[in-house]
Structures are given as C-alpha cells and as structure tokens.
C-alpha cells in the first residue's frame, strides 16, 4: 500500500501596493472627515462660549442710546455769486481810464474805469440852457393870461427838463462805479478803445464782444464775495424741503464741507423740452452759503445735503443690529444676562446707518449687531459727524427655503443664534413657534 502524495503548502500572499489615485482618496476622505467633527465640535464650543458671557463671533455688542435722527436730500448744483454787475457804458467816447484788473478787490463807490466826458459835459451843459428857457417862457405864458398858451409852454418845458436829466446821467456813466463790495470778475476794455456804438463793441476795430469769454460782454463784471448754489429738485422731493432748512455743500474747490441756508424754493414748475418728449418737472432751489468762504469759485460744481426733517432723542440701533425687517416691523438680537434673545420690534425712520425704534427695546439694552460697524462713525452725539443721506433700508429678496414671512433676507448670525439656543439645558427642541408662510 502506497502512501498518498504530501499535499503543497499555500504559497504566503503577496503584498499590493496602492495606486497614486487610491492615496489621493483616502487623503480627501481624511479632509473631508476633520470638517465633519469641526461642524459637530463648533457650535458646542460656541455655546460654551455663550455660556460664559462673551458676543458670538463676527458680532459685537451695542448699547441701544437716545440720538438725533436726521434725513436729508441730496443735490447737484452750481455756485453762483449772490450779486453780480455787468457795467458797461451808455455812450460814445474814448476810453481814458481803466483802474481795475481781474481779480482786484472792490469797496462800493469804486471807480473801476472811464471814457472822455468833454462832449458829455457840452451837451449838460447845453440841456441847462434849454431848460431854462423853457422854464422863463412857461412863467412869461402864466402871467400873460393865456390858458392855451401856459398849457403849451409847460410841456415843452417837461420835455427839456428830461433831456436835462438823461444828459446828467450821461455824463454819470462817463465812469463805472461799483455799487457793491465784492470782486472784480472781468475786465474787457482797453485804455485808448472806443465805448458805445454799435453792439457794446470794441470801437476801432469794429468788432463785438464775444459775451462767453468776457464775463457776459460787459465793460466791466463785478461779484460779490458771498456765494449761492443754484439747483432744482424733482416734484417728489419739492414738499420736504423749505426756506430756512440748514444744509452741508460740497465743492471740490473747498477743503471742507461749507454751511448754508436755503434761501428760495420755487413755486413754478420747470420743465425742460426735447425733441422727443418733455423732461420731468423741476422747482428751482437757491442755497445761500454762510459767510464769505474762501475757494469758492462761481461756475464750480457742488453737492448740497439739505436737512429736510428729522427726529430728536429717539431710541435707535444700527441697521446691521436687524435680523428680520419690513416696513415697520423688524427683529433684533436683545443680550440679556448671558442669554441671546430675538426680540420683534416696531421701527421708524432711518437715518444714514441707523435706524429709529418705536417699541419693544429700552435705553440701555444689549443687542448684537455685525462687527465692523462703527457706532461713532454715524451716531451722533458719540463722536460721529456729518448729516448723513436718508435712505430707505435695501430691499433683500428671499430664497424659497429660507423665507420667514417678511420677504427678506434673515440676519446671517441669528441662526447660529438661534441653533444655540435652542442647545441650552431643559430647553425643548420645538420651544419656537411655527410661523405661517406668506
């Protein structure tokens, strides 16, 4: 009997090494598992955090103060001068004197320049003794009886009296004089040149004055030191701006912002016409500047914040502060103790980066609003400055699973907000109400 064949031994396994492809998997994976536990970890870390009293990240704590509130209505106008002369001669004759260059100062009763006034005064002189002879034969009419006759010489006397005057004030004009203090803003005369005739013309060389380039084509253009801003506003904004409402102009010819009044709001409408179809209706609106600013140039560009209305002493927040918000309802954050409350609210009007609250929250109040937002960069009266531009708070639209029933967009904090409260001991997880869907 044969004994059976010895069976092999199983030959040990060999070793596979992993493709470049499978290392790349198993590293993502890792990745992808790390983000996982921090998603798990974080809110536990913050609600601790929230346990211990300090604000959620990427917020800071605001106190809910009383302040001025004021809006305002922006406009674009240009700066005129608030007086201004165009001067120029009424008669013929040389230029003789010229005492004032573009840029001079002037006092009233300057004499800024003259013409040759030798035939101006002949001809008062001349005016004078037809005046009076008509004068001797208007009494001689009276005395001698004759109604028909004294009522004859009387007007021909009349008429001699006016030639007289216009002759005087002729020889008046023989030299410009400024009637107010102010500037000299152009000069467009020559000693030696004719005056008068045809056109305002520069005599000798028969051509006129070209009126853009010489201040209007007068002899000579004075202004005032004081400066306006001449605009318009639409028929929308025309009821919420009146005379005497202080505004803010902005020039790029000024430093720093100038104060003004408006001084004038027009009560006709404007409204420009095209080739295709008439422009909206504009009022015009004239804006005084205080004092006499110094690099105010008429014709420059400027910006004009007037304060239209406003409130005093209100309570408000800033709008970063609202997690929810339409029209007159909005919610806030309220931090009371260590506890993060949402609390509804009724809100007014707003004013730059805040907002006017009506009810629901009390001076004093802790609420939690985004970091980078400056309370003293818009709040007065805590080292803020400036009016600031009214605007209606920016309508957010509302993705479908997100909606809450206000049509905007919820504050990005409140559902980390929420979410840890609702992580606090004995609370229920369905403590929060189920709100309707619009």
């Not at 970890?41 to 601790?48: I, N």
């Not at 049509?407 to 403590?431: N, S, Y």
């Amino acid at each position: 009997m044969t004994d059976p064949a010895p069976v092999p031994s199983p030959a040990p396994p060999s070793r596979r090494r992993l493709r470049w492809w499978q290392i790349l998997l198993i590293v993502v994976g890792g990745v992808f598992a790390l983000i996982g536990v921090a998603a798990v970890v974080m809110p536990l870390v913050l609600f601790m955090t929230m346990n211990n009293g300090a604000s959620l990240p990427g917020t800071q704590e605001v106190a809910v103060v009383r302040t001025d509130l004021t809006q305002s209505v922006s406009l674009s106008g240009t700066i005129q001068p608030t007086q201004r002369l165009d001067l120029d001669f009424s008669s013929e004759g040389e230029i003789t004197d010229v005492n004032v260059a573009a840029g001079d100062p002037v006092n009233k009763g300057t004499e800024l320049a003259s013409i040759d006034d030798t035939e101006l005064r002949r001809a008062l002189t001349d005016a004078k003794a037809e005046n009076d002879a008509a004068w001797k034969d208007y009494q001689d009419a009276r005395k001698a009886g004759s109604s028909a006759q004294a009522t004859a010489m009387r007007s021909a006397y009349n008429l001699k009296a006016q030639a007289l005057k216009d002759a005087q004030a002729a020889l008046d004009k023989a030299t410009l004089v400024s009637t107010i203090d102010g500037v000299v803003a152009a000069v467009n005369v020559k000693p030696g040149e004719m005056a008068g005739g045809s056109g305002g013309g520069l005599g000798g060389s028969g051509t006129g004055r070209d009126p853009a380039a010489s201040g209007g084509g007068a002899a000579v253009v004075v202004i005032s030191r004081t400066f306006q801003v001449e605009t318009s506003v639409g028929s929308a904004e025309r009821a919420r701006i009146a005379k005497g409402q202080s505004a803010t102009i902005t020039t790029s010819s000024s430093a720093t912002p100038l104060r003004g009044t408006v001084t004038a709001v027009g009560v006709v409408a404007q409204a420009a016409e095209t080739t295709e179809r008439a422009s909206a209706a504009t009022f015009a609106v004239t804006i005084a500047i205080d004092g006499e600013p110094e690099g105010v140039f008429t014709g420059s560009a400027a910006t004009v914040e007037i304060d239209s209305e406003g409130k005093r002493g209100v309570l408000a927040v800033p709008l970063s502060a609202l997690i929810e918000h339409r029209d007159t309802d909005a919610q806030v954050m309220v931090k009371r103790g260590d506890a993060i409350e949402e609390v509804a609210i009724k809100v007014g009007i707003t004013a730059g980066e805040q907002i006017e609250v009506v009810s629901g929250l009390e001076e004093g109040d802790t609420i939690v609003a985004y970091e980078g937002f400056d309370p003293g960069s818009g709040m007065p009266g805590t080292g803020g400055g400036g009016p600031v531009r009214a605007e209606p708070a920016p309508a957010r639209r509302s993705r479908p699973d997100e909606r809450r029933g206000t049509g905007t967009w919820p504050h990005p904090g409140a559902a980390v907000a929420r979410g840890l409260e609702d992580l606090r001991p004995g609370r229920r997880a369905c403590a929060r109400p189920a709100r309707r869907r619009p």
